[in-house]
């Protein structure tokens, strides 16, 4: 080969690797965040404030776990019960307070979901096989901001069926398809 | 995570930012001479099963393995550092994912001494006759096992360290191991140490050489020997370094590591273009260039490290504030009722205005009704005040359902007692 074309191609060879390889990186981040953001709350909701400070049990707020298939994110009546006169100079409660008046509810956003081909319900998995809220969902009382504790570390949003199966195994809890997918 | 233990109320003994600073440099320091270690062992015992067809290759396998073994013990003393600092800055985690997979992370202890005695017996029984090769070539690759299952420990430990959700899920080293992403990260450490040992070997024979122009044409064939290894393992890296990112968890990403990793993987491409220019082009790019630009990339990759760690720590790193608030503000409530002789100096007052008043007050509404209300209700029905306290029911529809506050059944006596005793007007708040 001639020698003076030599250092051309090394070049052209070396962009190219770096070409390549910057695109698989990118790609990489594309994938690690393929289903977006956490979700932003529209109001800072402080659980080690409520649990920790206030002593409220997740129940006083997420009453229907105990009962239902969902544990429900409170309707803004609970909200305003105790926020109607409690801590209004705090920013985040005029924010709420504004909210209610202006919406009616606010439009808080999960951060735990399954899929839709999924069905998961919280009255079993609290009520019959007696897990504290904490098992699933980390220690809420001492968040200052709801994050995804646990379910998998790679799907953002959605529990990842490996994390109930190894849950479902260890505990001898059913595993047969139709347990959770109906 | 909410087995993150709290943390200790004592002061660091220098800034925080020096700290995180030392750990990532002597880290970086550390890992180098690491790769000159794990790297120089392998070749220093492949390579010497080549010597048969040509004597080149044993003599390359012997002039490294005379480095093996100064540069591990650089590498043990550097390591030394960003252990302690590891240890100060992320005690909590640290310390855990040590105690999670202790029985392995302990067995470093007699597994590197090992490692290196096989070394010191495979180098030092070189030219003896008295010993087979078998024998010899036993220690070389004993030396090698132990080089290789020695960062899997600490790579297993490191990340699990990273993810307390998955404390509860891990019980030791077997399971640490599938932890995301233990494996891609170990495979692209293990390439690594093949590159910058070529890197290593490139330097040493070309200084050496430098002193032994009588020995040139070897000199000059081990350093391209060098340059081929820095040349192709880092060229591979874009297969498991690609690896190592995309299987990195979610949490412990961002931008900055993006644009660190693309940063590095320029200045990688500059390597791979001047060690091609020198190998396949007859050119002599001076070696300032190279080692310059491999620095830039492996200090880019240190800092990307610390960037991964501190995203992954974030939430953790607050909920480890939070609990050790709360530990601390119940520990400060616990010191006010102790005394030597055991006697509760707590009072009624102390109580209710610690635990009531974010709700109550004596003579108005807040959240709840004024204590007046409760007062009046209850002034000849102590015990029902009492009950009504230690199990609160929704029982009036202007105000929201009490909940039960988190104090002992005989602290509620104290409080109804000190309510029930109050002078109208005369109250204390």
Redesign the interface.
Known sequence: MN?KK??LI??G???T??V???A??????L???RFGPLPEQPIKFSH?VHV??????CL?CHETAEKSIHATIPKSD?CF??HE??DVDNPEVEKLLAMLKKKGEIDWQRVYKVKDHVYFTHRVHTVVAKLDC?ECH??VE????A?R??GG??D?GFLEMGWCV?CHKKRGAPRECITCHK | MDIIPIDLPLDLPAPLWFLKFALVAFFLLHILFINFMIGGTVWTVFLRMLSKEDPFWGRVARDIGNTVTVNKSLAVVLGVAPLLAISLVYTQFFYSSNNITAPLWLSIIWLVPIAFIALYIYKYTWDSPTYSMRFKYFWGLLAVAIFAFVPFIFLANINLMLYPDQWKNVYNFWQAIWVPNVIPRYLHFMNASFAISGFFAYGYFHFKGKNKPEDKAYYARAKRLGMKWALYATTLQMIFGVLNYVTLPMVADSTMVLVLIVCSVIFAGIVVYLLSLNLYADKNVHHLWIFTAILIVVSLMATMRHVVRENALKEPNKILANKTAIYQAKFASFMKTYSPSGEIKVSGVTIFQEVCTACHAIDKKLVGPPMQYAIDKYRDDREAMITFVNNPKKINKDYPVMPKPPISTAEVAMVVDYLLNLEVGKHEQ
């Open positions: 020698n030599m250092p090394l070049g060879l070396s962009i690797w770096i390549v390889v910057i698989l990186v990118y790609g990489s981040h994938v690690i965040h080690t920790n400070k206030l002593n409220l049990e006083y609970v019960a105790c006169d409690a904490q980390g220690p001492n968040m200052s901001v994050i504790a646990s570390s790679s953002r190894t």
